[in-house]
């Protein structure tokens, strides 16, 4: 054999070996795969609540904030507030309840959004009474392909979504995100 071709069957075993080093396999047990949103919003964590897809639709003058809240707890628990930088309103209708196993958000905008001016992303702060604090940068989404057809503004609390009736693919803690928000 000369030295070429002990060379190229060299980089061919290893590129072998570690081809499947890269994550090309499917394990159920990949923790990163498990909790790593496939989303373009804004996703956070504090004990057993989680922030999904959390993202700002542009409107005429307002933003309307979309946000997915997903608690895995055995207690429910309550978005007191969401703030922003300086300059920026946000108006939540009211508190808004995330009960123990559930998920809320996913019917349409959680609140109104008014004082961003020249940004792409907002800083953002939503503060829950039981888990505490989740510090996000919010993206703006244009009115465009997927968000097209989105509401533009909040008409009131979300309300929640019912638990689910039979085990499914899950996302952190066993709630399942819906297929509906881009």
């Known amino acids: 054999m000369t030295r070429r071709t ?18 090309l396999t499917y394990d159920s047990e990949d923790v990163t795969r498990i909790h790593a949103p496939q989303n373009d919003g804004a996703n956070a964590s504090v004990r057993t609540m989680h922030l999904r897809n959390a993202f700002l639709l542009a409107g005429e003058r307002d933003l309307a904030l979309y946000a997915i809240l997903v608690n895995d707890g055995n207690r429910s628990d309550i978005l007191e507030r969401v703030t922003a930088g300086q300059g920026v309103r946000v ?19 959680i609140a109104t959004v008014t004082g961003v001016t020249g940004s ?32 533009p503004s909040a008409p009131g ?9 039979s085990p499914a693919p899950s996302a952190p803690g066993g709630a399942t995100p819906p297929t509906r928000t881009p």
């Open 6 to 23: 002990s060379v190229v069957a060299a980089l061919l075993t290893v590129t072998a070996v570690t081809a499947g080093c890269t994550g």
């Open 91 to 109: 108006r939540l209708p009211t508190p808004v309840d995330v009960p123990a196993k559930r998920l809320v958000g996913a019917e349409g905008p």
């Open 120 to 151: 792409r992303w907002v800083p953002m702060t939503f503060t829950l009474k039981r888990a505490g604090e989740m510090r996000v940068m919010v993206p703006i989404k244009e009115r465009t392909g997927l968000y097209a057809t989105l509401s």
């Open 157 to 165: 609390s979300p309300t929640p979504a019912p638990a689910p009736t």
